[in-house]
């Protein structure tokens, strides 16, 4: 059964970093592009980031490009967005998914609260 279980989330003052970690089981995250999306309060998804599978090529969303590192430890299945001078804007509920983009991906976690307020 595949299974992706976030966690890292929580409060943090607007600078700040935080690290999401995204536990997959079932599949191996080496062979599979692998996503963060985000859905902040009352908009719609947003793609965040994504590493290729093999030999993990980035790419991420122009408002997180610089401040945000997506990356995989291939010994322990996790995937992990590492999240650094983060923003008000960057609140959002924050989901790793098996898949390209900011829909129809094959599989998704339960998301993860993250709240950047002073």
């Known amino acids: 059964e595949v299974q992706l279980v976030e966690s890292g989330g929580g409060l943090v003052q607007p600078g700040g970093s935080l690290r999401l970690s995204c536990a997959a089981s079932g599949f191996t995250l080496f062979n599979n592009y692998m996503t963060w999306v985000r859905q902040a309060p009352g908009k719609g998804l947003e793609w965040v980031s994504l590493i290729e599978s093999g030999g993990g090529t980035t790419t991420y969303a122009d408002s997180v490009k610089g401040r945000f590192t997506i990356s995989r430890d291939n010994s322990k299945n996790t995937l992990y967005l590492e999240m650094n001078s983060l923003k008000s804007e960057d609140t959002a509920v924050y989901y790793c998914?098996?898949?390209?983009?900011?829909?129809?991906?094959?599989?998704w976690g339960q998301g993860t609260q993250v709240t950047v307020s002073s």
């Open positions: 998914a098996k898949g390209v983009g900011a829909a129809g991906n094959d599989y």
